[in-house]
């Protein structure tokens, strides 16, 4: 069963530095998505992305972070400078088609950024 | 504004025990999804199952069940004969279907222990 990935699994950086985190979507898929979860909190929407642009994002999703889609493959989150409150499980999600009956958002299993 | 309340943060049950998660969703949209999901301890969500608002028709599925009532805006999941393997936070989650890329609201979880 195809399946959303995302990589690293585990990434720990210092205050300050820049991180990219990476996620794979079903390869006929065409809407994407990142969530972020802080420890033992509940699951927030940051941003969702379509026809390489943007199509909303939240109040969380501040200057400082910002998403590309650099291949065919490849959807990234990227964290300019990473501060202590940014540690949390980010996940990536992935959804095939514009017709709602058949809507579902795959979720990949996450990455645990921790910064120091 | 859309909004997801899991009033019960933890529950504890003995194995073999049905234990009923609740959840109460507002929305002014008419038409929307209602989803479940399950994070295990390894932190993926998993998902169970997705409700199209008009779809009011419960659903059994092995030892799962779903109840959900537009009336009380409630979208309860049961589980029967509980396994120790059921152990997760359990997550209830709405979306819009004006777009195809809305995004999921998640509530805050309930954690559910199972003890053998």
């Known amino acids: 069963e195809p399946e959303v990935t995302q990589t690293p699994s585990h990434q720990v950086t210092q205050m300050g530095q820049e991180v990219i985190l990476r996620c794979v979507p079903i390869s006929n898929h065409l809407y994407f998505y990142w969530y972020r979860q802080i420890l033992g909190q509940k699951v927030e929407f940051l941003v969702s992305f379509y026809n390489n642009e943007i199509s909303e994002k939240s109040e969380i999703f501040d200057d400082q972070f910002s998403v590309e889609r650099p291949d065919g493959s490849n959807f990234t989150l990227k964290i300019r400078s990473t501060k202590l409150e940014d540690s949390a499980m980010y996940f990536c999600?992935?959804?095939?088609?514009?017709?709602?009956?058949?809507?579902?958002?795959?979720f990949g299993p996450g990455t645990r950024l921790t910064v120091t | 504004a859309q909004k997801v309340t899991q009033a019960q943060t933890e529950i504890s049950v003995v194995e073999k025990e049905d234990v009923t998660l609740d959840c109460v969703y507002e929305?002014?949209?008419?038409?929307?999804?209602l989803f479940w999901y399950k994070q295990p301890p390894s932190g993926e969500l998993v998902f169970l199952i997705r409700r199209n608002s008009f779809d009011e028709q419960n659903e059994i599925s092995g030892r799962y069940s779903w109840n959900f009532q537009k009336s009380t805006s409630s979208f309860n999941f049961t589980i029967t004969a509980s396994q120790v393997v059921d152990s997760a936070v359990y997550f209830c989650a709405l979306s819009g279907v004006k777009t195809s890329y809305d995004k999921v609201i998640f509530g805050p979880g309930t954690s559910l222990s199972v003890i053998p």
């Open positions: 929305t002014r949209d008419t038409t929307y999804y």
């Open positions: 999600a992935s959804s095939e088609s514009g017709l709602a009956d058949s809507y579902e958002q795959y």
